[in-house]
Each structure stands twice: as structure tokens, then as C-alpha cells.
């Protein structure tokens, strides 16, 4: 079974701190992403990997970078933490040579942060 | 540009009761279309997928969804739901050659006892 791991289910952080957000699939995935859920909005995207060191910004990437430096790992940084950023954030991989987007996507269990 | 409208926020029904969960998209070319489930504290997981070929598709937990091009739905439909389907369930969509997978908002399915 493909496995998704997020580095926390909570966290809370003030106005101001950079926050950093840990993704690690063990399925040797090509792509990975980062949304954001918020209640009535369903799944935004905000960035998504589709190869180490390679990136793509999604819908929301104001206020946040991502960074790819090994295939597992995809990490999601808020530079400077603000209140509206207070969400759920959802990490996700696919098996997707040749870039074909289609495939399943595997979620991890969520991050809940908080800014206060 | 892709959208999907899931048309009930909230379904409440009983246990052993049908349920059908409404899903329609928006797009010029042709698209690959998803339902996920996502069980309370948990990630998303996929419930079914229709990439072509028949219509009719069946998922995981007795789930089905019919993909109606004419109409551009893509419901989902259960005869019989158990209280563990308690959950919230997304449709999804991606364009033909897309990168960018659009959600739809969301259905809360309430089964009671």
C-alpha cells in the first residue's frame, strides 16, 4: 500500500513565524502535491512537483514556496505565517510517468495549522 | 477552465437506504472525472475513477457513479449505505492531457441510525 506521511496533524504557529510543512511518500511517486482545504471550498492547489528540484504553482501559491530535493520528499513552507493561512493542509502523491496526471492520487492524513 | 459543482452540501439519510450524490462539471474538452471519500481525521482516498470505456463505474464499498456526457454529470449512487459511510465524498476532474485535478466543495453524507 502506498503510504503518505505528514510530519504533523497539528500545529500551531504565530503571526509572523515561517512554518515548515514535511511530505514523504514511500511509492517512488513522480508527482507530488500540496492543497489546501477549507471548509465550502473543497481542495485548492498550491503547488505541485512533478520531478526533484521541479515545481509548478497551482491556484493559491501567494504566501507559500515548496521545496524538492529528494524524489520522496516534497516540503511546503509559509515564509511569514498569517492568519488567513489558518487551514488544513493536504499532501499527495501519483504514480505518473511521462507526466500523465491522471493517475490516483494518495493523500496524507492532513496537517490542521493554526496562526495565531 | 475546468469547474465541478457538487449540488448538496449536506445528505442526511438512513442506514440501509439509497443515496445519490450530485456532480456536475463544466468543460470544453474531455476530461478524466473521480470521486474521493475522505473518513473523519483522514487523507482523501479514491472511491472510483472513470477514464473511459463504460460508462457505468464501480468503486470501492458498493459505490457507482454513471458518467453522462449529454448532461456533464458524473453521480454518485449507493443502494444500500451503512452508517460507516458516514463521510465527506468529492468529485474531482482533470482535463484530457491536464496537469491541475479541480475539486469540487464537497458532500457531507450523514447515514443515521
Known amino acids: 500500500d502506498v503510504k503518505v506521511t505528514q510530519s504533523s496533524r497539528y500545529l500551531v504557529k504565530r503571526t509572523g513565524e515561517k512554518v515548515f510543512l514535511e511530505c514523504v511518500q514511500d511509492m517512488d511517486h513522480e508527482n507530488m502535491f500540496w492543497y489546501r482545504q477549507d471548509p465550502g471550498l473543497g481542495l485548492r492547489l498550491i503547488y505541485f512537483?512533478?520531478?526533484?528540484?521541479?515545481?509548478e504553482k497551482g491556484d493559491i501559491p501567494e504566501g507559500y514556496s515548496v521545496s524538492r530535493e529528494k524524489k520522496e520528499r516534497f516540503s511546503l513552507i509559509l515564509e511569514s505565517a498569517s492568519t488567513n493561512q489558518t487551514s488544513m493542509y493536504l499532501c499527495a502523491s501519483s504514480l505518473s510517468p511521462g507526466q500523465n496526471f491522471q493517475e490516483t492520487q494518495y493523500f496524507g492524513p492532513g496537517t490542521r495549522l493554526l496562526v495565531l | 477552465a475546468q469547474s465541478v459543482t457538487q449540488l448538496d452540501s449536506q445528505v442526511p439519510v438512513f442506514e440501509e437506504a439509497p443515496v445519490e450524490l450530485r456532480c456536475n462539471y463544466s468543460s470544453s474538452v474531455s476530461v478524466y472525472l473521480f470521486w474521493y471519500v475522505q473518513y473523519p481525521n483522514q487523507g482523501l482516498q479514491l472511491l472510483l475513477k472513470?477514464?473511459?470505456?463504460?460508462?457505468l463505474v464501480k468503486g470501492i464499498n458498493g459505490f457507482e457513479a454513471e458518467f453522462n456526457k449529454s448532461q456533464t454529470s458524473f453521480h454518485l449512487r449507493k443502494p444500500s449505505v451503512h452508517i460507516s459511510d458516514t463521510a465527506e465524498y468529492f468529485c474531482?476532474?482533470?482535463?484530457?492531457?491536464?496537469?491541475?485535478?479541480?475539486f469540487g466543495a464537497g458532500t457531507r453524507l450523514f447515514v443515521k441510525a
Open positions: 472513470y477514464l473511459s470505456g463504460s460508462t
Open positions: 474531482a476532474v482533470i482535463r484530457t492531457g491536464g496537469f491541475k485535478t479541480i
Open positions: 512537483s512533478y520531478d526533484v528540484k521541479m515545481k
